[in-house]
């Protein structure tokens, strides 16, 4: 069964939250990627989202990290474009 509005806000906020991250706030490392034969054009991507202590996004409360102490890392499972940019970064 075809979810395609599920995937679209699950990219969409994906594409939000890595945009507002700035390149020295996170480390974006990618996990996976996988073709989607349901969805021609499109294909699956999971990434690793690290933060260093204390550092954060500039739109997402999540894209946060509440330790000054530790680093966190979180994964992001996205849809998009086949051949479209994993992210778009925002203006400074």
Known sequence: MKT???YSHVYLA???MLAAVSAEAADVKELFAIDLPDYPGKEGRMI???Y???A???VHVVGRNASNTEP???VV???KGKGAPLFTPGKE
């Open 48 to 50: 690793e989202v690290s």
């Open 72 to 74: 966190a890392r979180f």
């Open 52 to 54: 260093p202590p204390g």
């Open 77 to 79: 499972v996205l849809l």
């Open 4 to 6: 395609p509005h599920l």
């Open 56 to 58: 954060q996004d500039m």
């Open 14 to 16: 994906a594409l939000l």
